[in-house]
């Protein structure tokens, strides 16, 4: 389950520090199953940066987020918070929502909201004030599996935005989103990034061009 993960304590705490920039990543070939995938111009994201990962359907973008996210090998040469992808201090810096991210079938979706603050240590009302601006207030009390598949996703970008982490890892974020959802949510990672988070955004549309963010497209190895 890509949210929650370990709450991050004492040394490990990796609140915005420009000296520790959230990603890095060098020039590498992205590789699944020993097989080459892409290639990657090397990057650093500093606190702030908006990234618009891109490419066509199969050029590996997924599969370079879950590298990252520390779920699967092939970007061992990262750096997030300048350490590997997968390791405590990477993990408790990073927020991923994949497409269809899964929730708890145990919790409701306003319980997962607190769940998920209480196990990160954070205040759950930042979490809450995005569930309300993507119009989840009526649906709190609702269990995952009476959500819609944009609403569950609604639940999940609450939760990875509100920890207000300093990278935040998005999988296709606007693709089950309804036209004013599309909007919050721009509105929220616009405002991620003033507040000094650093976000990598999948999507094959131009959502984030009002954000002027920064590009990678992934090429074939
Ligand atoms: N565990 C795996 N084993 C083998 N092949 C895999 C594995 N994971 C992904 N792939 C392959 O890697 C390639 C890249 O998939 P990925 O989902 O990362 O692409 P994507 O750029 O996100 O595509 P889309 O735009 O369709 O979402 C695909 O050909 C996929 O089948």
Avoid: Y
Avoid at 48 to 67: E, F, W
Avoid at 112 to 125: I, K
Avoid at 155 to 160: T, Y
């Amino acid at each position: 389950m890509p949210l929650p993960a370990p709450a991050p304590t004492g040394s490990d705490r990796t609140d915005a520090d420009p000296a520790r920039p959230p990603l890095t990543l060098p020039d590498l070939t992205l590789c699944v199953a020993g097989r080459p995938l892409a290639t990657l111009r090397g990057l650093t994201l500093r606190p702030g940066d908006v990234l618009h990962l891109q490419g066509p359907n199969g050029a590996g973008k997924t599969t370079l987020l879950r590298a990252l996210a520390g779920e699967q090998p092939g970007a061992e040469a990262a750096r997030i918070v300048s350490c590997a992808p997968g390791s405590l201090p990477a993990r408790a810096a990073t927020a991923w929502v994949p497409t269809d991210a899964p929730l708890p079938d145990d919790l409701s979706a306003g319980e997962f909201l607190h769940f998920t603050a209480a196990l990160w240590s954070r205040p759950v009302a930042p979490l809450l004030t995005l569930a309300g601006a993507l119009g989840l207030e009526r649906w709190l009390d609702a269990w995952p599996q009476e959500l819609s598949r944009g609403t569950r996703q609604k639940v999940a970008l609450s939760a990875a935005l509100g920890l207000e982490l300093p990278l935040m890892l998005l999988d296709e974020p606007f693709g089950t989103l309804d036209t004013a959802s599309r909007a919050a949510l721009l509105a929220a990672v616009q405002a991620r990034a003033a507040a000094g988070g650093a976000l990598v955004v999948t999507t094959h549309g131009a959502e984030l061009a009002p954000l002027h963010p920064r590009t990678l497209t992934l090429a074939p190895a």
